[in-house]
């Protein structure tokens, strides 16, 4: 800790993090577009997003797990007064996060499709 090495790492690790959160934001946006709204950003390892249409996030929930997706919701941290996805990053690469990202995409498309179906 005396050579600088413990700051040196956090400096690293921030930057990365960043970058991570950067990415994530920025592949919401394109891939998602006015679909969503992102509510929180900035802090700690995870967006939060809400749908700006209805879709009912249960059961996008298991439609994802059938994709092998797990999907945190919000209600799952703080309660049912409201509700978002909590979409982390920080165990995930930039390659990891644009092809989940995409996998979400689509699972949220098949979701709404099955939906206006019946």
Same mark, same amino acid.
């Given at each position: 800790m005396a050579g600088g090495h413990w700051e040196r790492h956090l400096r690293k690790i921030r930057t990365?993090?960043?970058k991570k959160h950067d990415v994530m934001k920025e592949t919401l946006q394109k891939t998602f577009g006015s679909m969503i709204e992102i509510i929180s950003e900035g802090g700690g390892l995870a967006i939060l997003i809400r749908p700006t249409h209805a879709i009912d996030l249960g059961i996008l929930?298991?439609?994802a797990l059938e994709k092998s997706i797990k999907l945190y919701l919000a209600s799952d941290y703080y309660g049912n007064d409201w509700e978002a996805i909590r979409m982390g990053? !920080? !165990?995930l690469s930039e390659t990891e996060i644009h092809e989940g990202v995409a996998l979400?995409?689509?699972v949220w498309m098949?979701?709404?499709e099955k939906k206006n179906s019946k």
């Open positions: 990365l993090n960043r929930r298991q439609n990053f !920080g !165990g979400l995409k689509e098949n979701t709404i």
